[in-house]
């Protein structure tokens, strides 16, 4: 039994991982290299530097910080421009079913995620309001797989990360939670993901109930 619940974004929420493949690769174009379905994969949980320096060691790239920063602010502009058209349409299977659930049952939510856009994307599908604490890019000095964003979600809920389960759809972020104490749910292949409670293709597949405050997982 849980009585909070911290949400990843992408992949979790809405898939963006096709914005940011638009946007990266947009950006690899520009400087003479290409970058591929499979290595954006890679960049899962993964926060916007490390992203850039990655797929600049892919291309055999090298700039400096200062270049570096520049690049990354180009590339949001482009992410941004894509992600200000999304709309409730793009909320994945049943994740609006399951906050009205836990809202109604008095369950806490708060949102653990790498992006800095995560306020921008979570008012374009009309989710912001149901986010007791949003824990973000622009809140951590630490990405995943350290637990520092899941740490402060519970702290922000007032909780203990043993009672806070944490929904994910990435290696590095079910790394992070198990790191930080709390249990996790995952959402894509059980064979990638080592979830401790259960894993599912989409949230369509969890069994749960909620009941005085507590979310309860069914048939682990």
């Known amino acids: 039994m849980y009585r909070g619940v911290l949400f990843d974004l992408d992949g979790v929420i809405v898939d963006t991982a096709g914005y940011h493949f638009e946007a990266w690769k947009r950006l690899a174009n520009s400087l003479g290299t290409d970058f591929t379905t499979e290595q954006n994969e890679q960049l899962k949980g993964v926060g916007r530097v490390e992203s850039l320096q990655m797929i600049l060691k892919w291309g055999e790239i090298v700039k400096t910080e200062e270049e570096q920063a520049s690049l990354c602010i180009i590339k949001n502009d482009w992410y941004l421009d894509l ?47 149901y986010f007791e604490a949003i824990i973000d890019g622009t809140k951590t000095t630490r990405s995943k797989p350290d637990p520092q964003t899941f740490e402060l979600g519970a702290e922000a809920l007032g909780l203990d990360p043993s009672e806070c389960v944490v929904i994910e759809d990435s290696i590095k972020g079910i790394k992070a939670a198990k790191l930080g104490g709390f249990d996790t749910i995952g959402i894509g292949n059980p064979i990638n993901l080592n979830a401790s409670v259960v894993t599912v293709a989409d949230l369509t597949e969890l069994s749960y109930t909620c009941d005085d405050g507590k979310l309860i997982i069914l048939d682990k």
């Open 83 to 129: 992600i200000t058209h999304m709309n409730e349409s793009e909320i994945l299977p049943d994740v609006k079913k399951m906050l009205d659930n836990l809202k109604d049952n008095n369950v806490h939510i708060a949102l653990g995620s790498a992006s800095k856009n995560a306020v921008t994307i979570l008012k374009a599908v009309g989710l912001i309001d």
